[in-house]
């Protein structure tokens, strides 16, 4: 069931919001982590603004918030479409140029920018189901930014939809942009008062047709290893090299299971991310993941124990473990409201889609803000092979996703 009146911006949009510079820094301690999210965040706002959506408004923290005014007499529950501005550090997002293929007939894509490299749909085979759409890639020295610029662009659409087409029915919907998703603070700062919204949706998924009510739960870890430091000229039996203590102990993980290369499903992993220091002091960070929250401890103790393993082969080293929690999984709110994913499901079929119902192996902002009273599933944006620069996105599967939210939003009408 197509959408009346409906002129697509999607793709336009991608492609403008792709080329600001908004990538994240797990290094930094500010809110935002880095002022050029901000860079895209006023560009919203303005283009809000330039819709008739007079609240739209940037917070000092970097938070976009605005509300899409009710086309109904009745009240019914409030929505938030939400979606981030950041992209991963893993690969450079700056200076991105986004390429339309249009027509796409599963040829190899090449990239301008590196004669290497090439999107093959034979190692991405999501590709064969998307022959005929329109494709946008980067140009490959960046990732794209799709995760999650394409669900900015789809919730921009809809919003540029709603306001041109007032006689479509939807209660009031609040829309939140959001920054340092990919550093995992997306929502640390979110003012939960000022958003006054009843349940939430994230655009922050993959292929079309997904609907993820359920992800991983997650903490951070870092051990800390001492050593004991001496002039090498004159280090025998003094030295005990904290980089050598930290390097055993990952030597010590499995390398055949519990880490993301060689789990899948609903398999759990610990993934050391980042190593640094020197003779005196070398911190380890990690991420540990699983689905079932109670494994976590699990997980951290083991950790704990190759710690004091590696640290028992280097006498007069020392250690420390320290845990944080970052989200968990958001099943355990939503399967306590399961009219919220029940009706996205509806929304998909109206659209033409069969739902498939899908597990995270990550999290979203969701996760967080489930848990902070916003229970918040996941809908697809066709965004793909992320984090990587062989990133793309179907412009037919952000369409789709527009569609979806017209209809969701006008289903929510009929819900007290």
Excluded at 339 to 364: C, H, N, Q, W
Excluded at 381 to 404: F, N, P
Aim: aromatic fraction near 8%; charged fraction near 25%; include cysteine.
């Amino acid at each position: 069931m197509a959408l009346s009146n409906y002129q697509s911006s999607v793709a336009e949009r991608l492609m403008r919001y792709a080329a600001v510079y908004t990538e994240s820094d797990p290094n930094s301690e500010t809110c935002p982590s880095t002022e050029r999210q901000k860079d895209l965040s006023r560009i919203l706002v303005q283009e809000l603004k330039e819709m008739g959506i007079g609240d739209a408004d940037l917070d000092k923290n970097g938070y976009v918030y605005a509300t899409i005014p009710s086309t109904i007499e009745h009240d019914c529950p409030v929505i938030c479409y939400c979606s981030h501005v950041d992209t991963s550090s893993d690969v450079s997002g700056e200076n991105v140029k986004p390429r339309l293929h249009k027509n796409y007939q599963g040829q190899d894509i090449s990239y301008p920018d590196d004669a290497t490299l090439f999107l093959r749909a034979e190692d991405h085979p999501y590709l064969k189901q998307r022959i005929g759409d329109d494709i946008i890639t980067a140009s490959g020295k960046t990732l794209l930014g799709a995760d999650d610029k394409a669900g900015v662009a789809i919730i921009m659409d809809l919003a540029a939809y709603l306001m041109a087409n007032p006689d479509v029915p939807h209660g009031k919907i609040r829309i939140l942009f959001t920054p340092d998703e990919e550093i995992g603070r997306g929502v640390d700062k979110a003012d939960m008062k000022r958003l006054a919204a009843d349940y939430g949706y994230t655009l922050d998924g993959g292929p079309r047709g997904s609907l993820e009510g359920e992800s991983f739960s997650a903490d951070g870890a870092v051990a800390t290893f001492y050593g004991v430091s001496a002039h090498p000229g004159y280090a025998k039996g003094k030295m005990v090299n904290a980089l050598k203590v930290a390097s055993h102990f990952v030597d010590l993980l499995p390398k055949d299971s519990w880490n993301p290369e060689t789990t899948s499903d609903h398999q759990g992993f610990v993934h050391p991310l980042h190593i640094e220091g020197g003779i005196e002091e070398t911190r380890v960070t990690f991420i540990v993941r699983d689905h079932n929250t109670a494994k976590l401890p699990e997980y951290e103790n083991r950790l704990d124990a190759y710690a004091k393993q590696a640290v028992a082969n280097f006498p007069g080293a020392s250690y420390k473990l320290e845990i944080k929690e970052q989200y968990r999984n958001m099943k355990e709110v939503l399967e306590t409201v399961p009219f919220v994913m029940d009706l996205a499901a509806e929304a998909y079929k109206k659209a033409g889609i069969e739902p498939k119902v899908e597990s995270i192996r990550g999290g979203t902002d969701g996760s967080r803000l489930s848990f902070m009273g916003l229970p918040c599933p996941n809908i697809f944006t066709g965004e793909m092979a992320i984090h990587s620069r062989l990133e793309y996105v179907s412009v037919q599967d952000m369409e789709k996703a527009t569609e979806v939210l017209a209809h969701l939003s006008a289903l929510w009408t009929k819900h007290k």
